[in-house]
């Protein structure tokens, strides 16, 4: 503003950023000037003013005018956005303001959806149907392979049973549970392509039909965050998350089966075992699943203040302030990244009481096995058990991991789901409203009544 000292500078606006340096201050409405007077004294004698510079301060994130230093602002304005990401800002949805608040907070939902995220995906495009042949294929291999393992433990100490029978019987059954496992493969892959095509183009059809005050008050970083990072987890990752964690599940319980086959005792510690597991995934869910949704709102955040620092450019570096865009940018990275060591930890944490609770199983039932009379068990089945017991932890683990990991990215339905079904602009004809073919029969427009307004829970603009 040194240019401007010794000059008049008249200026109208809206913005009431730059209004704490001028020395006076004309305050307008309905058409006429009610009040003329410095900046701290409009703030101090007129509601209407304060009304208005409070309502600025919620939609900019700015908590003080008054200060015009760029460093202390940036600093106000990244402890507020600190204390929001470890407190309230992102643990409810936030409804349009009622305080003429132009662009929104971003919602998310909370708590436990339930089954609505998996049933929102696979409604899609026949997904029932896909993802049902892929269980089925999978079964089948089980079985193949336990079959595989009970055919050689019965029989390879069987004289009748001659060696070259034995291979050739376990190498048929093992070819005939791989097709099985092909058509599974095969199956995923349809179930990814079908049900990600139907989820872009529901969600692209709605943002084609938005009315245009969905973009005045949504900035275009949550856009894109759901057209490119949510929609690349949907097109990518969920649908071998579901395969995974299908396959894993049903490992996991089908050598928790074979075990409990051979040396029954093992049900008095596998079923306290399993109910324990299915609390610690609930307690473990739910921390994890709101962490990802902290992490999709911080990403949206991101994107938004990158795409606007690209945009405006040129003007920041008029003003010099590339580093502390620059510096906003890495805060913002640092708020991204937190839930990812956040759910790491948790994670880990999970891992080790589960490896706890497969090593108890296991071991319980190698001791049945050890004390029991000889000739209780075959050498055979005695060696199936311990390598499907070895195998329970790993497979338990994994299983874990998997749902885990597909509850987390079923996150992005969620998130993708919300801008699927936004308000629609009215359709491009309306049957019952067209005029009558002789129309017009003049030229002369009429106004009457016309209110203009940017969004339904905003005040009025103009009215004539």
């Not at 502390?324 to 956040?342: E, G, H, Q, T, V």
């Amino acid at each position: 503003m040194s240019a401007l000292s010794d000059k008049i500078v008249l200026l109208v606006t809206h913005q009431v950023d730059f209004l704490p340096v001028f020395d006076s201050i004309l305050l307008m409405s309905d058409g006429e000037v009610i009040l003329s007077a410095p900046y701290q004294d409009l703030l101090a004698d007129c509601e209407e003013y304060k009304d208005l510079v409070n309502a600025h301060k919620d939609t900019m994130g700015i908590s003080d005018l008054n200060n015009n230093s760029d460093s202390q602002r940036a600093k106000e304005v990244s402890i507020k956005e600190t204390v929001g990401i470890h407190g309230s800002r992102y643990t409810e949805s936030v409804k349009p303001s009622q305080e003429n608040q132009l662009i929104r907070k971003e919602e998310r939902e909370t708590g436990d959806a339930g089954v609505k995220p998996y049933m929102l995906y696979l409604r899609q495009n026949k997904g029932f149907l896909y993802f049902s042949f892929c269980a089925i294929s999978h079964i089948i291999f089980i079985a193949g392979q336990i079959s595989q393992n009970s055919w050689m433990a019965a029989n390879v100490q069987n004289p009748d049973v001659s060696t070259l029978k034995l291979i050739y019987v376990y190498i048929i059954i093992g070819v005939c549970t791989m097709l099985f496992l092909l058509s599974r493969s095969l199956g995923i892959v349809v179930l990814g392509i079908q049900t990600s095509r139907s989820l872009f183009s529901q969600l692209l059809n709605s943002f084609f039909r938005a009315p245009m005050s969905f973009f005045d008050s949504t900035p275009l970083g949550r856009v894109l965050s759901r057209v490119s990072s949510d929609l690349s987890i949907v097109d990518l990752d969920i649908p071998f998350a579901f395969v995974f964690s299908l396959s894993t599940s049903l490992n996991a319980y089908s050598n928790l089966g074979v075990l409990v086959v051979i040396t029954w005792q093992a049900l008095f510690v596998s079923v306290p075992m399993i109910v324990l597991r299915i609390w610690l995934q609930r307690y473990y869910l739910a921390s994890a699943r709101e962490l990802m949704r902290i992490n999709g709102t911080t990403k949206s955040a991101l994107s938004n203040h990158l795409g606007e620092s690209i945009s405006g450019a040129t003007t920041i570096r008029a003003f010099e302030n590339e580093d502390r865009f620059f510096a906003k940018n890495l805060d913002l990275i640092d708020k991204n990244a937190s839930p990812y060591f956040y759910n790491f930890a948790a994670t880990e944490w999970l891992i080790q009481r589960l490896e706890i609770m497969s090593a108890t199983v296991l071991s319980f039932s190698a001791f049945v096995m050890a004390i029991s009379p000889q000739g209780t068990f075959s050498p055979g089945f005695v060696g199936m058990a311990l390598s499907y017991g070895l195998s329970l932890n790993i497979s338990f683990v994994f299983s874990i991991q998997c749902q885990c990991n597909l509850a987390n990215q079923l996150i992005s339905v969620e998130r993708v789901n919300q801008y699927m079904d936004l308000q629609s602009e009215a359709a491009e004809a309306v049957e019952e409203n067209r005029p009558l073919p002789d129309w017009p029969q003049d030229g002369n427009v009429e106004i009457r009544n016309l209110k203009v307004i940017r969004c339904e829970y905003i005040h009025i603009h103009l009215t004539g």
